[in-house]
């Protein structure tokens, strides 16, 4: 599946630069996630505890950064065994775009997210991994405009330009 | 088999009290989601609590204009009962058109509404009459209890003990059937209530929601003509190997109009 969203922070495209860069960061976007350590430079190895539904699955994996172009784009892909449920793989091609002026800077951030599931989960829950990947993605980049404009509440507006798969 | 517990209570303070000292429990209805999942290891509680010797869950009662389904009551049950074909024939209706024989046997309505797929049947009646869900807690209208996909308002070990619909003469419910599983591609329950017409839509989108632009102009003229000018946005809708979202979006309106018109 693929699914292709896009939003404005209202930060400097830098800030968001450094936030997408940022483990910690990372760590408290990603719904579930136990554990999220450097291993080696832009790469991680996470543990994520994932419930939908009647599914509750904890996943071990990497994370990788690839395709850096700082500070306008980059690709964030990870993977994960989750022992007899099967594996989950997932992404996104992120990429920023300077939108604001001097005095209130903005950015607008355009991604596409990949998902693919294996084994077990995807016999049973062919049909429920595009909702699952829209909604993984959207608590995730919710959290993290949240996190980068320091405000808790905040209503974030996504906008979809493609989804489908 | 892994190892669990298994309890069978027969009071609803016995199973809040076992859920809430079990490490990971879950309560057991008509285990048609939850069992399958157990069994392809996709779920593995601690405890199951089962549901099925509380009595007081079990009942269907009609009373003060509204009518009272106990969380345990199956499907077939719902379908077959007087009461309910007398109080909210939607209802019966609705029930007789869930899965197969089988499922119709063993689901329950608590099981659906507390599952909450995407998919199901029951969270259209219940969002579209405004029913509400009564808990061991506390009693969360329909407008506030579904949130997204398998996301309701229910807390850790919240416990429905039944849900509340307003009688009703005057709703209908149409949906395209997925020919194998019979969950819905996309259903469409509408209903004239006294506060307005509400139209829920299930199957369509993450999680069951109200058309309210449908709303707005059938409040004006509840007609099948009226409708024909509503087009509901796909951006949202689910795309999956049954249906694209620009397919699901078109039969939004087809099964909106089939149950206006039988109304």
């Known amino acids: 599946m693929e699914l292709t969203q896009r939003l404005e922070i209202p930060v400097s495209n830098q800030v968001v630069w450094d936030a997408l860069n940022d483990p910690l960061i990372l760590m408290q976007c990603l719904p579930g996630c136990q554990r999220f350590e450097a291993t080696a430079e832009n790469c991680f190895e996470m543990t994520v505890q994932a419930k939908v539904g009647p599914v509750k699955a904890v996943f071990k994996g990497e994370v990788m950064l690839t395709e850096m172009d700082p500070p306008r784009a980059y690709r964030i892909s990870g993977q994960g065994q989750g022992g007899v449920a099967g594996f989950a793989k997932g992404g996104a091609q992120v990429s920023l775009v300077p939108a604001g002026t001097v005095a209130q800077p903005a950015t607008l951030m355009t991604y596409v997210v990949i998902a693919t599931v294996g084994g077990k989960l995807a016999q049973v829950g062919g049909r429920l991994i595009n909702g699952a990947a829209r909604k993984i993605a959207k608590q995730f980049f919710t959290e993290f405009v949240r996190i980068v404009c320091k405000q808790e509440a905040m209503d974030v507006v996504i906008e979809t330009i493609q989804g489908e798969g | ?92 209706a609705l029930a007789s058109g869930i899965g197969d024989r089988q499922v119709r046997n063993r689901g329950t309505i608590g099981g659906s509404v507390a599952n909450s797929d995407p998919a199901a049947d029951y969270p259209a009646a219940v969002l579209g009459l405004g029913a509400s869900i009564v808990t061991d807690r506390r009693e969360i209208a329909a407008d506030d209890f579904f949130q997204d996909m398998f996301e309701t308002a229910l807390a850790d070990g919240e416990l429905i003990t039944a849900i509340r619909f307003p009688t009703t003469a005057s709703a209908a419910y149409a949906k395209f059937p997925n020919p194998a599983s019979r969950y819905a591609t996309v259903g469409v329950l509408v209903a004239k209530t006294a506060g307005g017409v509400r139209v829920a839509i299930t199957g369509a989108a993450a999680s069951v929601f109200r058309a309210t632009e449908m709303e707005q102009v059938l ?16 951006d949202d809708m689910n795309a999956d190997i049954h249906a694209g979202a620009e397919y699901r979006a078109h039969l939004c309106g087809v099964m909106a109009a089939r149950a206006v018109a039988s109304i």
């Open chain 2, 1 to 92: 088999m892994y190892d669990f517990n298994y309890h069978k209570p027969d009071t609803v303070a016995d199973a809040v009290a076992l859920f809430n000292a079990a490490e990971d429990a879950m309560y057991l209805a008509g285990g048609h989601t939850l069992i399958p999942a157990m069994k392809q290891r996709l779920r593995a509680p601690t405890d199951l609590i089962d549901l099925s010797a509380i009595q007081s869950l079990g009942e269907i009662q009609a009373k003060d204009g509204s009518l009272l389904i106990g969380s345990t009551v199956t499907h077939s049950q719902v379908a077959e009962s007087e009461v309910v074909s007398a109080e909210a024939p939607v209802l019966a």
């Open chain 2, 219 to 234: 409040n004006d003229n509840f007609s099948v003509e009226a409708l024909a000018e509503v087009r509901l946005a796909s």
